[in-house]
């Protein structure tokens, strides 16, 4: 059991939510949203966003619209689509299930600390 | 001096040194080979190469060719496939590797361990998923006898099919995946087979002699190959 695989799976868990949540402030660029998500060790490298956005772009969660860009090639800002808004909604709400039983099973280690 | 390329990258042009060009090359090519088998592959490496044109021309603002640190650089930011499963990549889980499949489609050998004449038969028989090669003999019995196309033919087959030989062979034969658990099992069998036939000599020894000596070779020179 190797507590960095531990961790890895906690974060990929977390990381269609964040990424979903980031997106639902307004359109957004990939590079930006990595911008976010590298604070927290979410993701190190931008590579590993690209797969996940054409996942939840075709499971139709998201959409994405060509802009010109100052500095180089059109770049595919994305939003999300209602499918998608509701699908973070449950993401949420599951979230916050999790957040409350891992309170509550890790109250007294913590109170103990 | 240094040797440049003229490249497109996402549509861009760069020129590009020798050097850089060679490890982008290699860059986008082991990106492609991580991706291929993922959903819209095609996509997620047209997303990364426009990126990646997007970073060049960031770093390229104020001179015409880019390095190979520049390639460095960009490469750091995108990360390369080892980053991808170390970090918060959502791959397949990873499976235990001792159970890897490598599908095989069925092919066509002579079956040495199944034979009248040439093998030719029972190698069929396996081909088709018939399980009693004697269905095959009988139809070619049937076919010989009727327009005499028959006995060409098998003389054709037996020339031009190849022998099964290996494990693999066998496997492929058969129409089974080959992997570890495969593989053990025929050659378990192989080895019964040659126990089996070593009984079968100390039995009736002197009347065999001659013909079992042939085919121990052949065992033989089955398990070299093992």
Redesign the interface.
């Known amino acids: 059991m190797k507590l960095?695989n531990t961790k890895?799976q906690m974060?990929?868990g977390v990381?269609?939510l964040c990424i979903l949540a980031i997106i639902s402030e307004g359109e957004a660029y990939?590079?930006d949203i990595i911008e976010k998500l590298k604070e927290n060790e979410?993701?190190?490298?931008?590579?590993?966003m690209?797969?996940?956005?054409?996942?939840l772009k075709?499971a139709g969660l998201l959409g994405y619209q060509w802009q010109e860009?100052a500095?180089?090639?059109p770049?595919?800002y994305y939003h999300l689509t209602d499918e998608g808004t509701s699908f973070l909604r449950d993401l949420l709400d599951t979230w916050n299930q999790l957040v409350n039983v891992v309170t509550q099973s890790t109250k007294n280690l913590v109170e103990n600390e | 001096m240094n040797k440049t390329h003229n490249i497109n990258v996402?549509?861009?042009p760069f020129t590009i040194d020798d050097d850089a060009y060679a490890s982008l090359e290699g860059y986008l090519g082991k990106?492609e080979a991580h991706?291929r088998r993922?959903?819209?592959a095609e996509?997620?490496l047209d997303?990364?190469e426009?990126?990646m044109?997007?970073l060049l021309?960031?770093r390229t603002k104020n001179k015409k060719i880019v390095s190979k640190d520049d390639i460095k650089q960009v490469i750091?930011?995108?990360?390369?496939?080892e980053?991808?499963d170390?970090?918060?990549?959502?791959g397949e889980p990873e499976g235990n590797t001792s159970g890897r499949e490598y599908k095989t489609g069925k092919k066509l050998y002579r079956d040495p361990d199944d034979k009248l004449i040439g093998g030719v038969c029972s190698g069929l028989a396996a081909y088709f998923g018939i399980q009693d090669p004697l269905w095959v003999r009988i139809a070619f019995a049937l076919v010989a006898l009727g327009g005499g196309l028959g006995i060409p033919i098998y003389l054709l087959l037996w020339a031009l099919v190849p022998v099964a030989e290996t494990p693999g062979d066998f496997l492929a034969m058969r129409g089974e995946k080959i992997n570890v658990k495969n593989i053990a099992k025929i050659v378990e069998e192989q080895v019964e087979n040659i126990s089996e036939q070593l009984s079968e000599i100390g039995q009736d020894w002197k009347s065999k002699r001659r013909k079992k000596k042939s085919e121990r070779r052949q065992r033989k020179s089955w398990k070299d190959h093992l």
Do not use: C, H, W
Not at chain 1, 50 to 55: A, D, G
Not at chain 2, 76 to 81: D, H, K, Q
Not at chain 2, 86 to 90: A, I, K, L, P, Q
């Open positions: 960095e890895a974060r990929k990381l269609e990939p590079s979410l993701i190190v490298v931008e590579g590993t690209y797969p996940l956005l054409t996942r075709n860009s500095s180089g090639p770049r595919k | 996402g549509g861009y990106i991706f993922s959903e819209g996509e997620i997303d990364i426009r990126r044109a997007e021309q960031e750091a930011i995108m990360g390369t496939p980053d991808f170390t970090g918060s990549e959502f």
